[in-house]
């Protein structure tokens, strides 16, 4: 098979996150252009040099604001991504095409949001339901975590796994925080008691199988591997870049096609294995997309960690741990102990166990899995160094 | 930052009253798309032309689903084109409203105020018998016209067989189950 012109062709030279916290002073806007910024230092890169810009198409600073507040140049590619938490890594994907196909030279991909502090987006009982969510919120299936609950009671009906499956993640999670300053459950550990005498949210999804809710704003640079080698830090080589959307597939509320638990990520994974040269057996860390426990089991089926219906007895043993497990996940904490911002800061961790700065860092690690949120139209990137 | 009152007992009474808001202003059904609704306690569904026989079909008890006019096959939720024969054709069938249950939650506050005042409640899927691929979001009730959080949650079985009621809700009438 003819090598993916993608592959190795770009890189992530630059990133910066902010602080996290429940809530943050300064407007997403000035969080994400000091987080642009910041990347850009981090990179060698200076700001009038950024050409291309992508972001979520929920992101709420644009990419005028963005590049009136840093002073870009002028931008010759820009693209939005659709389905939320599913296309983080296809923001690093947009860049890393437009930078390999000379379509830009300097991309960036940023998320900055105020979740922590502003309203929770399923609160709103008034004005239009988009057209799958009028067949299911009327009903009450109101909140993400309703509709991901309710895959996995399936999940766990069907193939045997427990609530101890999902607790091995959350404190997976959290042992990462507590060895993570900059994490925001970084002083507070999770006991497997904590775990199952804490309330319900919906069941069976308790309160800790759910991510934080957080202010934060986080930002990449992608250079093509040319310009790579001239910048600041060790690039992170994006080798292999895929989305997914499979057949008859909704976003969240994805219960109608022949195969719910058989979700997007198993579309992305059969793309990105295909145009990498390595399989998820030679992945040595990865960050997997964990605003639920269960989309952890979900997406380690899905991109090949384990056998169908075995994710749960994947995560026993702690091997999903640090200095412990066969494949350390989430090492900064993840959504579910570090922060939420729809997955961005899994993207800068990914580039740091890549960089061997990570505060959970796997030793020698030379290839890192990214990938955005499971049970919407997703995406991955497999990081190199 | 939770709203909701402690949590209850599933097996107290039924609440069946009717909800304390009044119905939107903009009717449910006929209503035109793309303006903003008034605030209201309950979400409601959007009735639009692609959908409307189906809210019809609850309103005098029927189970409806689209179905091709040109292969016959059922699709669901309701859709333009039939993704197998491209048909643009369409009509509605009425189902037996026999369905088995395929997956089922509990939810718990923090929800808005409405739902978390009816909170612990279950909502289900169902796979409908015609095709077990048509699967609908429902709620199980003890008995017809019952509430969402009169059955015991701990009793609800995957795989249960379970039969449609239609139970009307500000103003609407939604398709619901009971077991069979």
Redesign the interface.
């Known amino acids: 098979m003819p090598k993916s012109p993608l592959q190795d062709a770009a890189a992530i030279v630059g990133i910066a996150q902010s602080e996290f916290a429940k809530h943050l002073e300064p407007s997403e806007q000035e969080l994400a252009a000091k987080v642009v910024v910041e990347a850009l230092f981090d990179a060698g890169i200076d700001p009038s040099e950024v050409d291309a810009m992508c972001s979520l198409s929920m992101e709420s600073t644009e990419e005028v604001a963005i590049a009136s507040n840093i002073g870009a140049g002028d931008l010759t590619f820009f693209s939005q991504v659709g389905y939320g938490g599913g296309g983080g890594c296809a923001t690093v994907g947009h860049c890393a095409m437009a930078v390999a196909t000379g379509q830009a030279t300097v991309a960036v991909a940023w998320r900055a949001r105020k979740r922590g502090s502003g309203p929770r987006p399923w609160a709103k009982t008034s004005g239009e339901l988009a057209i799958p969510g009028r067949w299911t919120r009327p009903f009450g299936l109101i909140r993400p975590v309703d509709e991901i609950a309710m895959l996995t009671r399936r999940y766990m009906h069907t193939y045997g796994a427990t609530r101890e499956h999902l607790a091995n993640v959350a404190i997976a999670a959290r042992f990462h925080a507590n060895r993570n300053p900059k994490a925001t459950m970084h002083d507070r550990t999770l006991t497997r008691d904590e775990y199952f005498s804490s309330r319900w949210i919906s069941e069976p999804l308790c309160l800790f199988d759910n991510c934080l809710e957080s202010d934060g704003a986080v930002a990449v640079v992608v250079v093509s591997a040319d310009r790579a080698k001239d910048c600041r830090n060790k690039p992170a080589y994006v080798h292999s870049f895929a989305q997914g959307l499979p057949r008859q597939s909704q976003s969240m509320v994805n219960f109608f096609c022949d195969d719910p638990l058989k979700g997007p990520a198993w579309a992305c994974a059969r793309k990105l294995w295909a145009n990498a040269e390595i399989g998820p057996q030679d992945v040595d860390v990865a960050q997997i997309y964990d605003a639920f426990t269960p989309l952890v089991l979900l997406s380690l089926e899905g991109y090949g960690f384990c056998p169908r219906g075995e994710a749960g007895g994947f995560t026993e043993d702690r091997n999903l741990e640090w200095g412990v497990g066969r494949l350390p996940i989430n090492t900064s904490g993840g959504s579910l102990s570090e922060a939420y911002v729809h997955g961005f800061n899994l993207i800068t961790e990914g580039v740091r166990q890549i960089r061997s700065t990570s505060t959970s860092q796997v030793e020698g690690a030379k290839t890192c899995l990214v990938t955005s949120g499971e049970g919407v139209p997703t995406s991955a990137i497999l990081l190199r160094g | 930052m939770d709203q909701s009152p402690p949590?209850r007992l599933p097996d107290r009474g039924p609440r069946n009253q009717p909800p304390p808001s009044p119905v939107p202003d903009r009717g449910p059904l006929g209503q035109p798309?793309?303006s903003?609704?008034?605030?209201?306690?309950?979400?409601?569904?959007?009735v639009d032309s692609e959908?409307a026989q189906f809210w019809e079909g609850t309103a005098i008890g029927e189970l409806r689903m689209q179905s091709c006019s040109n292969c016959d096959r059922l699709r669901?939720?309701p859709r333009p084109m039939c993704?197998y024969c491209h048909s643009t054709r369409r009509s509605w069938k009425v189902m037996s409203g026999h369905a088995t249950i395929?997956?089922?939650?509990?939810?718990?506050a923090?929800?808005?105020p409405?739902?978390a005042q009816?909170s612990?409640?279950n909502?289900i899927?169902v796979s409908l018998d015609e095709d077990p691929?048509l699967?609908?979001?429902?709620?199980l009730l003890d008995h017809p016209g019952g509430a969402?959080n009169e059955v015991n949650?701990a009793t609800i079985q995957?795989g249960e067989p379970v039969k449609a009621v239609f139970c009307e809700q500000a103003g609407?009438w939604?398709p619901r189950f009971v077991r069979a």
Request: hydrophobic share 50%.
């Open positions: 949590a798309p793309g903003p609704g008034p605030s209201t306690d309950f979400l409601v569904p959007i959908n669901f939720p993704p395929w997956s089922f939650i509990v939810a718990h923090p929800l808005p409405a739902y009816m612990p409640y909502v899927i691929v699967r609908m979001v429902s709620s969402v949650p995957i609407i939604f």
